[in-house]
């Protein structure tokens, strides 16, 4: 392989002229190939000085990087599985603030933190803490590309420029990271705990990086054969038989398509056409790299991780995750399911499961409902826990619940109402349906009852869903003598008071059976269609008074309130401010916020655990952490 891929470099010189031309000056444009004595010394020179074969030597370089990434990764989540072992065998000592948690402090308040404004809006970058890793391996990767010269060879029939050839070979060995960083079932998830949907920042902006090389790799092949004879010159590289700069366009063109169906503005307007057209697009983009790259040096081994990692995902999600084709199961065989209307445009999707069908909180699937769409899933985070079986009752039925909570925009979740609602005309109790489950994927690695004496869950709208989990979590665990936890409060903000009678049956026992533990906080934000049985007059007239940046500040205790039910919680007609709210409820030593629902919600969360890390600096607490789940990824 090594003499094949020499012999191809060496020969890259055009076809000499007719007539002896060995003893041709360089300077003699006839003298263009091996056959001149003057340009196979040349040649051999520009060689020894910058050789082909050491470029590949940069696509190592590469994997190495990230393979190191994912290794300290590692560290990181063995650490924190064993945070948990040994806060289940000797709960942690409030008041015990250490070097080691100012030093996380500080980490998380750099990486919690967002940029907010409507820039930031409009280009969705992640946190300042990921966008650090994002700048550091893109400064590697620039140093990488532009650190050594020459850029180019004196002619390019002395061979390819070695800025194009050692960056093309970055961008292929970023394949294989790019597709494992994709996955739903994620073998980096695995090895770093760090769930699917937060690596999917990572991916997209991989691919980014790859883009660019890519781009990079292919100037240097127009630029070369311009400065040797002009326009000419480069229709005759481009068009000869075997050119790579002719099989390396189809590629390059695919992988512009794609990364700019990702951009995000543009992914949100046409989802429907990134969703069926991304996987589709990339399959071909990988082909199209077998035939580019001509089975150079080590170029294809990039290439076959790819497939490994990408066929290793599919046959897992399709046999293990995807319950229709469960191993374990019939196949074909989809799940029982009611859907029900609720108020302001919510679906109540319950789903009879099997026994053995476990999940954990804060975990999602993906739901397919055949009579709606075949080839349309949606993300759906479950919004109650399996049935428990520790405290060793049996049970008459086979099955048992999973409960979804679906709110109505547009798409699947919009036909999924306007199905129920059709129905429900002939039929009050619901529609019975067939679904097809995908998961469970997601979660979170710590042990949150047994390292977090205050669980603060913050929900905006159907954001609910993955709060409710948690909370029947941490009721379990407490009953069963296996958790610090204190205090758990809710803050959950809806748009009309109509709304909170979504989650009232599975919120009010837990309220009822542990009232000095759970506190409810219910924030209407558009206080002018709240109704009378839930809010009172003179709540109503508070509402008016107050301003977002004024009393929504203020504590859940503040005048602004009515009591929903003395088994809920409070109602508020007003929008929190969540960077003043959140710390009035910081009170403990050892502090969990999770918080779900819109991109705002999440980086006004995420700025005000920021800020909160200054309480672990001064010693005031012990931890402060975050966990956010999102509307879609």
Known sequence: MAAKVRSMDMDMGGSSSSGNITDLPLSDPRCDSDACDAFKAAHQLSQATVSYYYQYGYGHFTTWYYLAAIGIAMLVYLYRLNRNRIARREPPVAGKSTLAHKALALCRMVNYRHFKGRVADYLGPPSIGSLAFIAITSLFLLLLTFLVHPYYRDRRGFGSPPLAIRTGLMAQACTPIIVALAGKVNFIAMLTGISHEKLNVFHRWVSYMCLFLAIVHTVPFIVAPLRDG??????????????????????????VGIIVLSIPWIRHRFYNLFYRLHIPMYVVYLGLLFWHTKHEGDSWVYLYATFALWSASCLVRLFYKWQTFNIFRDWFQGLPARLHELPGGMTKVTVLAPLDFKWKPGQHVWLRIPHLSILQNHPLTIANLPRDSSNGTTRSTDAQEMVFYVRAHHGLTLDLLKSVASHDIAETTGRSVSVHVDGPYGGV????????????????????????????????????????????HLIWMVRYATQIQWITEELEPLVNAHPDLIHVDVFVTDASASTPALVSADSEKDSERNSDSGAAGRK???????????KLGQVHNQRPYLPILIPTLLTARRCFILGCGPD??????????????????????????????????
């Open 445 to 488: 690695v710590e042990d949150i009852p047994a390292l977090y004496e205050s669980q603060i869950f913050v929900a905006g709208g159907s954001g609910i869903s993955a709060c409710l989990p948690w909370i029947e979590h941490a009721t379990r665990r407490i009953s069963q003598g296996l958790s610090i936890t204190k205090n758990i």
């Open 556 to 566: 859940p205790s503040d005048e602004a309130t009515a009591t929903v039910s003395p």
């Open 600 to 633: 705002s919600l999440g980086t006004d969360l995420a700025n005000a655990a920021s800020a909160a890390q200054k309480r672990v600096l001064a010693g005031d607490a012990d931890i402060v952490t975050l966990h956010t789940e999102s509307f879609g990824w």
């Open 230 to 255: 002009g326009p000419a010159a480069l229709h005759k590289q481009y068009y000869k038989h075997g050119s790579m700069e002719y099989t390396g366009t189809p590629p390059l063109g695919i992988l």
